[in-house]
């Protein structure tokens, strides 16, 4: 047990042990999801550290720990077989309350849903949008947080949260987040097992954010956005937490692209779960890219050497298999076109002339009126949404709901809702959409299926 500790953070290799087994885990820690937080643990027991990150108790975690198994404890260090666990301080323990009607996937990081009844509203509460977290949430003071911006030059220039809400003039654009894994779940259903937290149409809302452009501050600090230097190709985000991620700098550099640093959500402050005091907002590309509780902006020739840059958030071929080469693949930014079914309601003939939902529909027959969303990615606006009543034979089109987007570009999702007499009904329900560059959803899960479980868009079918 005395080696054991003497290999802790401040050793040149990292050691822990789960039961009497031990591992040095130097090399994984690189590769760790979790980043630097894994040495917490290094110089003791792992299992502590995996009470508090629950994510950790699963077999293929397991059985990669296996991989880096040294030795056994000296049976004379065990009390009663069994070597003392020790503690681990819980980073979660400030974590804010959270509304029960999440529909939550995780605790230790937490991870939740939109509930249905949200998906259905062009602006998602700010208390139900749904919340991916890595990591805890830290607890910061918006008086002594610093931004800093990292020149190419090495440069660093720093601003409060004053100096942003002072010298720049303040936008405010609309604009839909969505995880990568946003129904992950229906991949693993409708092809193969996936890895990642099974999220279901829920790991997407939408919401009004104001701050100051991106561009705006890096003119600031010094970028030249006319002449950007050759040596300037991605914009890092580094957050209070931990958490790290780029976007190439053409992102950053389109004036109309509404990249934004945030400081209020729905005309309120920035919540602690999305990012207090400040966030990076890049609208229509994956939510991964924008970084939480930025503390630091690099401007490089490289990518974020993030574990969540350079191998989470990526896709592979369907013969893929877990152990990937993942410098082979890009990752990811813009998302694809997407949709899904929030609500199926029947209105049955006895109800036809009380019911609310037949008098706006101008129902004659019983029949059910089914309620969704559709979005694209990179600004791209939907212009169809096709529903079919008999799994993919026949198709009608939807009514697109009208909102007020503001921005740029369509940064936003739009609801969408139809009746259909239940005569029609057979099999399942399926809804794809269509974006303004005529780009659709396929059809199925198994000619792009990936490992990952990432960017799933096939039609959302439901039985009915």
């Not at 990012?275 to 990076?280: C, H, S």
């Not at 369907?318 to 813009?334: F, K, L, Y």
Request: hydrophobic residues 35%; charged residues 25%; aromatic residues 10%.
């Amino acid at each position: 047990l005395h080696e054991i500790q003497e290999h802790n953070r401040k050793a040149d290799n990292y050691w822990v042990y789960r039961g009497n087994r031990v591992y040095d885990i130097t090399d994984w820690i690189p590769n760790h999801p979790g980043g630097d937080v894994i040495m917490r643990a290094v110089g003791g027991s792992i299992e502590p550290y995996w009470n508090i990150f629950t994510i950790h108790q699963k077999q293929d975690v397991y059985d990669i720990l296996e991989q880096y198994f040294i030795g056994l404890i000296d049976p004379r260090d065990l009390v009663d077989g069994r070597a003392p666990a020790g503690q681990v301080e819980d980073p979660f323990k400030l974590d804010p309350t959270r509304d029960p009607e999440l529909i939550v996937h995780s605790d230790r990081p937490f991870n939740a849903e939109t509930p249905t009844a949200d998906l259905e509203t062009f602006i998602t509460p700010i208390a139900r949008f749904y919340k991916r977290h890595h990591l805890w949430v830290p607890k910061l003071d918006e008086k002594t947080f610093k931004l800093t911006v990292e020149l190419p030059n090495g440069e660093e220039v720093e601003y409060s949260v004053e100096d942003l809400r002072s010298k720049f003039k303040a936008h405010t654009i609309t604009a839909t987040m969505q995880c990568s894994g946003n129904r992950r779940s229906h991949m693993t259903k409708g092809s193969r097992p996936t890895n990642g937290i099974q999220w279901g149409v829920g790991a997407i809302s939408n919401a009004e954010w104001t701050g100051v452009k991106m561009l705006d501050v890096l003119q600031d600090a010094g970028l030249d956005v006319t002449d950007l230097p050759d040596d300037v190709k991605h914009v890092q985000f580094m957050g209070a937490e931990a958490y790290g991620a780029s976007v190439p700098i053409e992102k950053i550099a389109d004036q109309f692209g509404d990249a934004l640093i945030v400081y209020a959500m729905n005309g309120q402050t920035l919540p602690r779960d999305h990012g207090f005091p400040l966030r990076a907002l890049i609208p229509g590309t994956v939510a991964a890219r924008s970084v939480k509780w930025l503390s630091k902006i690099v401007l490089s020739e490289d990518e974020s050497t993030s574990q969540w840059q350079q191998r989470d958030y990526k896709c592979f071929g369907p013969n893929e298999g877990s152990t990937p080469d993942w410098s082979s693949a890009v990752a990811i930014q813009e998302t694809p076109v997407q949709s899904a079914i929030t609500s199926i309601r029947k209105v049955t003939a006895n109800r036809l002339e009380s019911s609310a939902l037949a008098r706006v529909y101008g129902l004659e027959e019983e029949s059910v009126v089914l309620r969704g969303y559709a979005f694209s990615g990179a600004g791209r606006r939907v212009v169809r949404v096709d529903v079919s009543p008999d799994n993919g034979k026949t198709w009608q089109q939807a009514n697109i709901e009208d909102a007020e987007q503001k921005g740029h570009r369509s940064w936003s999702w739009r609801q969408w809702n139809l009746a259909i007499p239940t005569r029609m009904l057979s099999g399942n329900v399926c809804v794809k959409a269509t974006d303004d560059g005529y780009n659709t959803q396929p059809e199925n899960f198994t000619a792009y299926y990936n490992f990952r479980g990432n960017l799933a868009n096939s039609w959302h079918r439901v039985p009915v």
